[in-house]
T-cell receptor, first 116, second 111 residues
């Protein structure tokens, strides 16, 4: 079974702090994603990475950066946390299902971040 | 841009009832569609993956169908149980880095 883990389930930070959220997958997947999930807005893509040191902006990258130094690890960084970044953050990795010609996403358990 | 809609937003049914959750999307050029379950405060768990060339997939009491031409998918849950209570999300994939999620249907199964 694919396993995607996130460093914290719950996190409380103060406005202006630098925040690191880490995600690790154990299936050698090349593609990894960071989403945030808010009531009524669904999942929104922040950043994704398709290889080590490679990254692409998603729909809402402002206020965030990412780091992918190793294939299994994808970090989301809030440079200066603000209250509007209070949210559930979900990491995912992507498997291409050979023979099925389909892409399947696997999600971590999520990090509930509160910025006060 | 692809838009994914799930109606209803919330559904409450008595235990044992069969039910259908709906997912519609605006652009039929998709690779595949995935149904997820999300328990409160937790991540998404993949339930079923339907390739664009398939019409349906089954896993236990779950059956998902896909009609690309009409931009619709349904998730059928047979003999619902209280443990099925969760939010169900669908997501369509256009390419390896393009995923579009619905906002989900919150299901409550009443014992």
């Amino acid at each position: 079974d694919v396993k995607v883990t996130q460093s914290s389930r719950y996190l409380v930070k103060r406005t202006g702090e630098k925040v690191f959220l880490e995600c690790v997958q154990d299936m050698d997947h090349e593609n990894m994603f960071w989403y945030r999930q808010d009531p009524g807005l669904g999942l929104r893509l922040i950043y994704f990475s398709y290889d080590v040191k490679m990254k692409e902006k998603g729909d809402i990258p402002e206020g965030y950066s990412v780091s992918r130094e190793k294939k299994e690890r994808f970090s989301l960084i809030l440079e200066s946390a603000s209250t509007n970044q209070t949210s559930m953050y979900l990491c995912a990795s992507l498997s291409f299902v050979t023979g099925a010609d389909a892409y399947e996403q696997y999600f971590g358990p999520g990090t509930r971040l509160t910025v006060t | 841009k692809q838009e994914v809609t799930q109606i209803p937003a919330a559904l409450s049914v008595p235990e044992g009832e069969n039910l259908v959750l709906n997912c519609s999307f605006t652009d039929s050029a998709i690779y595949n569609l995935q149904w997820f379950r999300q328990d409160p405060g937790k991540g998404l768990t993949s339930l079923l993956l339907i390739q664009s060339s398939q019409r349906e997939q089954t896993s236990g009491r779950l059956n998902a169908s896909l009609d690309k031409s009409s931009g619709r998918s349904t998730l059928y849950i047979a003999a619902s149980q209280p443990g099925d209570s969760a939010t169900y999300l669908c997501a369509v994939t256009r390419a390896g880095n393009q995923f579009y999620f619905g906002t989900g249907t919150s299901l409550t199964v009443i014992p």
